[in-house]
Structure formats: C-alpha cells, structure tokens
C-alpha cells in the first residue's frame, strides 16, 4: 500500500461508533485469516492492516474516542 501521503485520499465521515469498528474489523481480520488469504481476502497485507488499523486508532485518541 501506498504510504498516506501518496494516496488517492478521499474524506470520509464517520461516527465514534463506526471509526472503532473500522479498527476492530481490521484487528478481527488478522486474528481470523490466515496470513496468506488476507490479499485474496480483503486486498490488503497483514502489514498493510497493522499499518492502516493503527493509523486509524491515532486519529481515535487524537479525537478522545473511547475504544
């Protein structure tokens, strides 16, 4: 995945809610699919989530959402 700031970004609004299911789907997709699927499975590397799940928590705790 490109880094962030080479990104095709769009915005996107969200509630609180739906920000800390993003960020538990990401974490619940590495705890339940076999590293070697995710790609297939969501288009995405396990590093590749680790880095967007974490970036999205930043945003989280910089907004005071309680996860």
Same mark, same amino acid.
């Given at each position: 995945?490109?880094? #962030?700031? =080479? #990104?095709k970004c769009i915005v996107l609004h969200?509630s609180e809610k739906e920000l800390r299911?993003?960020?538990?789907? %990401?974490?619940?997709?590495?705890?339940?699919?076999?590293?070697?699927?995710?790609?297939?499975?969501? %288009?995405?590397?396990? *590093?590749?989530?680790? *880095?967007?799940?974490?970036?999205?928590? %930043?945003? #989280? =705790?910089?907004l005071g959402v309680d996860m």
């Amino acid at each position: 995945m490109n880094d #962030a700031n =080479d #990104a095709k970004c769009i915005v996107l609004h969200v509630s609180e809610k739906e920000l800390r299911y993003f960020i538990a789907c %990401g974490i619940a997709l590495m705890q339940h699919i076999p590293s070697g699927s995710l790609p297939t499975y969501c %288009g995405m590397t396990k *590093e590749e989530i680790i *880095e967007i799940s974490l970036r999205l928590r %930043g945003q #989280a =705790d910089d907004l005071g959402v309680d996860m």
